[in-house]
């Protein structure tokens, strides 16, 4: 069980994010949730990402990190090696991450962390962009069937339970994740399925214990809004990495 006020870090992973990286955003939120701490990986960016990245941590050291790859390795890379940082530098109950463009906005991480605290047997909470009355969810029509039928077939290959896979909102039990993160992931966008998948199997089979939890560990949360943000990197060529990133994933964890 989680204690009453946890220790939560986020990764922020950033590339060329100047004009979408908000400074005051996540300024005002580090003053307003005292126990939450961002580490803001730039990768490689070319644009001015690092300026607004040091001014957010100049405004509150202890809370505000920073990471920067000397050249651009993609999303999941960056996202991996700042679970790392956390795990290595760090004592935090809950580790995640959060698209930098706050879709989602930072005021639900709280309401993610509810959900730790009222189930001990949840160690990972996922956001899913459902419509609901009284939500706002903004999306592109073409882009959330294309998502719809993504998440579809990842459920039917890899035995998931999950209606959004995709969604940039996403938080462990740090305890969960070690050995998931030490390999790089084989695949560059939807390198979210592969942690999953690499999480189910490795400390959710450990024992028999862990394994009665193997489908029940995770738990989705229909975020309240998600903002289909201008500028946001999704291209033809970008669903057609994902298909190979998935051909990828049945050779390494469907074929064993």
Not at 169 to 198: N, T
């Amino acid at each position: 069980m989680l204690t009453s006020i946890p220790n939560i870090a986020v990764v922020i992973p950033c590339y060329n994010e100047e004009k979408r990286l908000y400074a005051d955003v996540f300024i005002r939120e580090m003053a307003r949730v005292t126990y939450l701490t961002f580490l803001f990986v730039n990768d490689g960016s070319e644009d001015n990402t690092l300026d607004v990245i040091q001014k957010i941590c100049a405004s509150n050291p202890s809370r505000a990190l920073s990471l920067s790859l000397e050249k651009n390795c993609g999303k999941g890379e960056a996202v991996r090696r700042g679970l790392l940082y956390l795990l290595e530098n760090g004592s935090y109950d809950i580790v995640g991450f959060w698209d930098a463009d706050l879709a989602v906005p930072l005021t639900e991480v709280g309401d993610f962390v509810n959900i730790f605290r009222q189930n001990p047997n949840v160690h990972g909470v996922i956001g899913s962009r459902v419509h609901l009355a009284g939500h706002l969810i903004e999306r592109v029509n073409f882009r959330h069937y294309i998502g719809r039928l993504f998440a579809t077939v990842m459920c039917l290959t890899f035995d998931f339970e999950i209606y959004d896979t995709q969604c940039g909102a996403k938080l462990f039990s740090s305890k969960i994740l070690e050995s998931a993160l030490h390999e790089p992931f084989c695949s560059r966008w939807i390198f979210d399925v592969e942690l999953i998948i690499r999480i189910s199997r490795s400390y959710f089979s450990k024992d028999k214990s862990n394994w009665l939890n193997k489908n029940s560990w995770l738990q989705e949360f229909p975020v309240r809004e998600w903002k289909n943000i201008s500028g946001t990197k999704r291209t033809f060529s970008a669903y057609a990495t994902a298909f190979w990133d998935y051909i990828t994933l049945l050779r390494k964890y469907f074929f064993r």
